[in-house]
Nanobody
């Protein structure tokens, strides 16, 4: 079983910063793309940023230049450094992994797809 545990959300004033972390746990052999998405009660879940296993990053236009995604493969953790936060960044932020190779109970390996964390609330006040 693979789990993603997020931390680092909270409340901050506009212009402030927060760093989100998401750690993957389980008998993980390899992880492909790790990313962050966000959702509000009025919007569908949207991509914030993703980082491929080799380090290539992609950002939504709304966060480019303000947010930085990074990963530590040894720790199986992805980070989202959020600077110059705006009230419109207020949302529940979800960590996602698109593909994981895990060791199964027979000491073989199996693929697990599209895993989500439980979400962490980020609130930016004006």
């Amino acid at each position: 079983q693979v789990q993603l545990v997020e931390s680092g959300g909270g409340m901050v004033q506009a212009g402030g910063s927060l760093t989100l972390s998401c750690a993957a746990s389980g008998s993980i052999l390899n992880i492909n793309t790790m990313g962050w998405y966000r959702q509000t009660p009025d919007t569908q879940r949207e991509l914030v940023a993703v980082v491929l296993s080799g380090g290539t990053t992609t950002y939504s236009d709304s966060v480019k230049g303000r947010f930085t995604i990074s990963r530590d493969n040894a720790k199986k953790t992805v980070y989202l450094q959020m600077n110059s936060l705006k009230p419109e960044d207020t949302a529940v932020y979800y960590c996602n992994v698109d593909w994981v190779l895990v060791r199964d109970q027979n000491m073989g390996a199996k693929e697990v797809f599209d895993i989500w964390g439980q979400g962490t609330q980020v609130t930016v006040s004006s």
